[in-house]
Structures are given as structure tokens and as C-alpha cells.
């Protein structure tokens, strides 16, 4: 299987053909059919000069990276953000809970823009604050929320990070979870695992040793998680029900189909990927893992990759010598980060140089601090990564 110039997901095309278009877009949001976006987007960049930065996540379209300043996964563009505290304006093409971090890090005087406000994420929307509470109520009736340390995973809201600040939990990112998992360890004897089930178990099980079994899933659809008082107090890790729509699709059947197909292949997939894919995987690391991985892979040598779609077409081409494809027999895009395209970048920027900030992403400053005390004690940490 080679990567072919697949469709884009036909976002909200059907009855509403304006469906795609996101929410609120004052002003006219140009059409996709506009010959000129490309020359209307670089002069409202150039216009803007260096009172605009913008930032790309790794999992977007290409129409849209061309025109980022700095391309990386969250937490580096979070970071990036933070280091250029001249720029007026931060445009994030990446999707909302990305932006919210890029609110927290960067200074008042900064604001930053979602260009489509509909480009949230799946994932991030499991773990609703309300929800957080209850589960942490029961911990406490359970007898052992004073041993618990909470965790979350960058893609959470900034409600549920300001949480772990508050609970004298942190955040983790996935090419990180090692350190911190083993950092919340030292201040607890159980840890709870924010939105993602998958980036939880596979670290606690594959990294730090931890039996599956002492792993149990906390349900929030369901009283008291799913889970009876004794579960709670015999687990070392209780993991939040969350998933990646896009990362949980990929089957450990896929892969010893292509295992079968193409002898000495190599299969790469990000942590958030299904335990019984990653046990059958030849490596496992965060977005930027798998960017560095191809980067010194052999001329010649084969790799499947369980990541999503924009970025893997984006690997295959910069590497024609390597054979590079997707780890799915079926389109696998992130449908919200996807909601950003090019109309939309247009009418932010030209929104932007025209005077008005539009789609401003804001975390109140009580929730801001909040988790800035969980982001930084994951900053605080060694600089210990998947990649010493
Ligand atoms: P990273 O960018 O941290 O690898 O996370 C992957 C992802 O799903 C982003 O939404
Ligand atoms: Fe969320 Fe998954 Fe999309 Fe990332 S790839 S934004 S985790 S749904």
C-alpha cells in the first residue's frame, strides 16, 4: 500500500453546504473556489509584518502550513508562542485546546486567534470538568484521593489542567508521559490519567512497568466511573475513558496484514494509538518522534505510520527515496483540526490587518493560573523525552 492523493473528508457537504464553514465568521469568509486566496493570504501577512506570528500544528492541511512561521505539535508551538512575546497577534491553526495553551503561556498583551472556532478536539472534549469533580469526589469517598496525583495529557481543555494545578497534579505531553507519569509516582501511589486511556495505559504498562491489570478505566458516563470502591483502591492507574477518534481507528490487524504484504517493514505509531497496536508496533513516540524517526531512517527502508492523514502525505512527499505510508486502509484525518483551511486563514488574516481581532481565544485568569501551576511543573522537569 502506497499513500495515494487521497480526498479530503467531505466536512458538512451534503444539505447545509455552508455547514463546512465553521461558526461565526463576521464579514465574508472567502470560497474555497477563490483563485486568489494564496496572493489575498500573503499580502494580509505582509501586511500585518511581525505584529502576526503564526503556528502550525503538524496534523495540518499543507494549504495551511505554507503559511506558518513555525510548524511542531502542541506543546512545541505553545512554547514557540511564548518566545515571541512582539507579536500582537498569534495565529494558531491547530485546534482549541492548543490555542487555550497559547493563551496561558503568552502574555496579556498577546491575543490568540482560532481561525475557525468550530476546530475543537474529540478527545479533549471527554473529560468535562464537572465530570473530573465527580470522579474525584468518588476517589475521596473511596479513601484514597489523598494518594492520588492527577495527570493530564496536553489535549485537555484549560478547565481540566487548571484542576491538576489545583490538585498538585501536572500536565504531560506525549513525548514526555514517561517523566512525568514517573515524576507523579514519586508524590503518590496512584495516578489519575486525563483524557487518554490509550497515552495513559501505554505509558504506565510499556514504560513504567505497571501490570495491565493494576490499570482500570474510569467510566464517567457511568456511576461511581463503572468501578466498585475496591477496584478504585487496588489500582496503581485509573484511566480516564477518553480516546483519539483519529489514532483509536488504527487495528492490530492492519498491521500484521502489512507485516504479511511487505516483509521488513516498519511500523511507527503515536502513543495514542490502542494498546494491542502499539504491542505490535516496532516504535512508539509523539508527533515529533515520528518526524525525527523518518528524518534518519535509511534510504530504501519501509515504514507504515499510525498518525494522522495531513502528516503522513506530508512525510511520504518530502521522502520520496523512503517508502512511507498510512497505517490504515481508510481516510484518517483529524476532521476538526481539518476545519482550518485556507478561506479561513484568509479571513482571519485580512481581518486582522482590516483593525478587527476576531476568534479571540481567552482562559480567565483564575483558570489561567490554575493550570500555568500544572504546565509549569511539567516545565520544571529534567528535560528528559522520548528522544534521550
Ligand atoms: P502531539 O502533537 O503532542 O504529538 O499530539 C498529537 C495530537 O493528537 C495533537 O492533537
Ligand atoms: Fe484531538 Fe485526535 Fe484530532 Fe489530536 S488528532 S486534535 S487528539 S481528535
Redesign the pocket.
Known sequence: MTTVDLPLLPLGRGVDLNSERGVECPGDLPPASDPDLVARATAAKAALGDKVFILG???QRDEVIQFADVTG???KLARDAAARPDAEYIVFCG?HFMAESADILTTDDQAVVLPDLAAG?SMADMAVLGQVEAAWKALEDAGVADQVVPVTY??SSADIKAFCGRHGGVVC??SNAQTVMEWAFERGSKVLFLPDQHLGRNTAVLKLGIPLDKNVVWNPRKPNGGLTAEEIQDATVILWQGH?SV?GRFSPDTVDALRAEIPGINILV?P?CQHEVVLKADLVG???FIIQTIEAAPAGSAWAIGTELNLVKRLAAAHPDKRVMFLDKTVCY?STMNRIDLPHLVWTLESLAAGHLVNQITVDAQTAADAQTALQRMLDLPGKTERD
Open positions: 500544528h503538524h496534523y505539535d502542541s506543546f485546534v478536539c496536553m489535549n505531553t506525549s483519539c489514532h503515536h495514542e509523539s508527533t515529533e483529524c
